[in-house]
């Protein structure tokens, strides 16, 4: 098991997985140096999305993020490189894709607000809560 400040948790969203873009969105994790310790298709239930994004639970958007969360597959991820955390946000861009920087999967991916093509941890504790939200250990190779 690598140390956990070397793991990040990232999902390829609903949006970005319908429209095909799953693999390029893989090529670029791979690019960037990341190992994917463990990867898998799912397709959440509205109270599998509701239990992830309970930190979320008072904000305006949750009825709708939760809703295009559990509206089609997605694919989740754990990632591991140095800094894992900060190196996957930045792979991924600010959360408005409309202000996400060139060369950042938001910018390239990302539609809007809500329809921005990847999640990814915020700290290594939300990491590791995260991963063991979808992954069993076994499932860590
Ligand atoms: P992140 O860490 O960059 O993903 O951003 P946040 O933690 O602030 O928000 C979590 C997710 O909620 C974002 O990735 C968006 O998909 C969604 N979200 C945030 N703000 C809005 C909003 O104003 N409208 C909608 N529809 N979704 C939002």
């Known amino acids: 098991m690598a140390e956990q400040g070397n ?6 969203k609903p949006d970005a997985v319908r429209a095909g873009n ?3 969105i893989i090529q670029h994790i791979t690019d960037a140096g990341f190992r994917t310790r463990a990867m898998k298709l799912i ?3 509205l109270e599998e999305a509701e239990g992830f994004y309970a930190v979320h ?3 305006p958007f949750f009825p709708e993020l939760t809703r295009f ?3 089609a597959p997605c694919v989740v991820m754990a990632l591991e490189k140095d800094n894992a955390v900060k190196a996957w946000r930045d792979l991924m861009g600010a959360t408005d894709p409309a202000k996400a920087d060139d060369g950042t ?10 329809e921005n093509a990847v999640h990814g941890s915020d700290s290594e ?3 590791a809560i ?3 939200y979808f992954f069993s250990r076994l499932e860590l190779v």
């Open 7 to 12: 793991l990040t948790f990232g999902i390829i």
């Open 22 to 24: 799953t693999g390029r």
């Open 43 to 45: 397709h959440m239930t």
């Open 57 to 59: 639970r008072e904000r």
């Open 69 to 71: 969360m559990s509206s």
């Open 105 to 114: 999967l938001r910018k390239e991916f990302g539609a809007s607000m809500g």
């Open 125 to 127: 504790e939300n990491a």
């Open 130 to 132: 995260e991963i063991s």
